[in-house]
C-alpha cells in the first residue's frame, strides 16, 4: 500500500536540486510516536504534546517506516505505509503514526509552495507523485468500502509482491505489520487474517516461509479473487 513509486530522496540528490535539499530540515521520531493528528484533534494536543508536531508541512521519508491512518471510534483503517522517499502532508485528517524509528525530512508548506512554482525540475515528480496519491486512495476507499477481506488481503498480497519486483528473489513477500496491525489495516480481526493466511496456503497459493515471511506461488488464482 504505496502511493508513488517514486522515490523524492533520489529527486532531490540531483545537483540541480541542491538549494531545494537545503530548505528541509532533519527530524528524527521515535517507534510508536503520533506525529501528526487530525487538526480537529484537540484532545491528542492536549493529552500528548510533546507527540503532534505543530504547523502544516510537507515532508518526505528519509529512513524508517510510517504510517497514515483514519479513526473512528475504536475502529482504524489504514492509507498507506511510507517507505524512505515517499512524500506526505501533515495538513490532512490522518493521523501519523512511526513503527519503526524514522527520520523524516520536513518543509513548512508556504515554502514547499513557493519551490513548486520557480523549482521546475521538481514540479513534474511532484505532479506524479500527487496523482498516484489519487489513484491510491480511491482504490483503497473502494476496497474498504466495497470488497470483502478476502478481497482486501489478496489485493495487499499482489502490491507487496509488485513492490519487490526486480528483487532477487522474485514472489517472495514480507508482511510489514504484526498480526494485529494487519488487522487493523484491512479492517478485521486478527482471526480471520490467520485463518485467510491458512486457506490461501492450503489451497497452493501462497507458501509459508518463515514468520511473516511468504511466497506467492500462484498469482493468477490470487487475482481470481479480486473480482
Known amino acids: 500500500m504505496k502511493f508513488s513509486n517514486i522515490n523524492l530522496l533520489d529527486e532531490l540528490a540531483r545537483p540541480e536540486l541542491a538549494l531545494l535539499l ?3 530540515h532533519e527530524r528524527r521520531y521515535a517507534r510508536q510516536a503520533i506525529i501528526f493528528a487530525p487538526q480537529y484533534d484537540d484532545d491528542l494536543a492536549e493529552q500528548e504534546p510533546d507527540k503532534k508536531q505543530e504547523g502544516n508541512f510537507v515532508f518526505i521519508v528519509k529512513s524508517g517506516l510510517v504510517r497514515i491512518y483514519l479513526s473512528y471510534g475504536d475502529r482504524e483503517f489504514t492509507i498507506a505505509f511510507l517507505k524512505p522517499g515517499d512524500l506526505y502532508v501533515s495538513h490532512s485528517n490522518a493521523f501519523v503514526q512511526v513503527l519503526e524509528d524514522a527520520v523524516l ?3 513548512d508548506t508556504p515554502t514547499f509552495n513557493r519551490c513548486m512554482m520557480t523549482i521546475p525540475e521538481f514540479t513534474v515528480p511532484i505532479v506524479r507523485v500527487l496523482g498516484g496519491m489519487l489513484k491510491s486512495c480511491f482504490s483503497i476507499i473502494d476496497g474498504l468500502a466495497l470488497r470483502d477481506v478476502t478481497v482486501r488481503l489478496a489485493r495487499m498480497l499482489i502490491d507487496l509482491a509488485h513492490e519487490n519486483e526486480g528483487n532477487a528473489q522474485k514472489g517472495l513477500i514480507r508482511l510489514p505489520l504484526s498480526g494485529e496491525m494487519l488487522a487493523q489495516t484491512l479492517g478485521t480481526s ?9 486457506d490461501f496456503t492450503r489451497l497452493g497459493i501462497l507458501q509459508k516461509e518463515q514468520r511473516g515471511l511468504y511466497r506467492i506461488l500462484d498469482e493468477t488464482r490470487l487475482r481470481e479473487l479480486l473480482h
Open 22 to 24: 537545503s530548505a528541509f
Open 105 to 107: 525530512l520536513l518543509l
Open 190 to 198: 486478527r482471526q480471520t487474517i490467520s485463518t485467510l493466511l491458512t
